[in-house]
């Protein structure tokens, strides 16, 4: 397991752990590298990858690892303080504000972009929930739970802005980060872990595993992102040609990757990305880590694997 580094040239947080407070390091570290395999794993359908920006004007694969390395120490605080207690009105509102400090460190990085905003809530809810079984067996449908329940409290110190999700949820009804966190994660526990791991007792590589998840999750969620940039359209498309690539047998099968490539397409003509999903899987590779006992997230490896047997 990595150590507390002593400083972070990326970002100056305003609290360093020492190093007898392991489980709160390896839970950020797990965190910052699911966000990272997140953004790696190549050919996503509109989102940022190895190839290039997606659907992106302002996003880039190195922008969204300084990201991630950014707000890991905000990751970090939340595990800390999180050890110990349980779901109350006060700990909602600690951690809201470390991650309005993790916003101000995510658009520094940046220079000004939204890379992982809707992230910071949804890793850092998982994070401090898994932060209160980390010596204990524990489930990822606990977890979730216990991420439910932190929601379920409301920040009275938040700025009364209108935000993307707002402006969504008031438009199309669709319930966000917010109603996903008050629902327990139901896409990441009840979707996204089931297919990562029924893939992988399929012996599919671990990318096929883990594009099959985005798009399990895709397919069923009514992504803001998708929402919010292009309209009922657009989250039509990505959910129909999601759900094509599945009856194809997935991202494994040749004709599973034609309909991947017409879904990519699609969304780059539409200007759109799935964002949302994309959290939602990084958050899946999380909780699997944790519920494993792992120290690390497998390094994605797209283009390194051999992807070319069915799954």
Known sequence: MRTAPTSNPIVSAPWCPSLDQAPAVRLAYLASQSLIAEAELTPKPGLVDRRGAGAHTDLSLSIMKLSALAIEPYFREMAFVSEGSHPSQALRERLAL?????????FKATNGSNS?????????????????????EVEASQIGATAKEIASFADRATPRLVSHGDLVRRRYGAAGARGEALGGFPHVVEVGLPTLRSKRAKCATESVARLDTLLSIMSRLDDTCLLYRGGEKALFAAKTGAAAVEEAGGSGTAIGRQKLSYLDRRLLELGVSPGGSGDLLAATLFLDAVERKQDEVQADQSGLENQSGAD
């Open 116 to 136: 992982h905003k809707g992230a910071i809530w949804i890793l850092g809810l998982l994070v401090s929930a898994a932060a209160f079984e980390v010596n204990d």
């Open 98 to 106: 470390i991650g309005r400090g993790a916003e101000r460190a995510m």
